[in-house]
Nanobody, 117 residues
């Protein structure tokens, strides 16, 4: 059974940093493209960052470019999202997503990130 377990969320002041982790199991992690999405109450889910299966290419939402960095460690079956200079508008539930060829996307349970003074 595919399992994606996010961790590392919490409450942080504007300008602070958090690192989210997503531990994957139940599939061949190194063959899957991974991504982070977020969703705030009443808003559509949006792509935050994505990384190819081998980690060679990344993509970011314009709103987080220069502040967030996605990375992966295929030996540990884990994908990370380093978030720096956090802003109140970053407040959302952050979800880990795995994309495998010929399969529907798999999602984690989400972790809450709250940026507030």
């Amino acid at each position: 059974q595919v399992q994606l377990a996010e961790s590392g969320g919490g409450l942080v002041q504007p300008g602070g940093s958090l690192r989210l982790s997503c531990a994957a199991s139940g599939f061949t992690f190194s063959w899957a493209a991974m991504s982070w999405y977020r969703q705030a109450p009443g808003k559509e889910r949006e792509l935050v960052a994505a990384i190819t299966s081998n980690g060679q290419s990344t993509d970011y939402a314009d709103s987080v470019k220069g502040r967030f960095a996605i990375s992966r460690d295929n030996a540990k079956n884990t994908v990370y999202l380093q978030m720096n200079n956090l802003k109140p508008e970053d407040t959302a539930i952050y979800y880990c997503c795995a994309r495998r060829w010929g399969r529907v996307d798999d999602w984690g349970q989400g972790t809450q990130v709250t940026v507030s003074s």
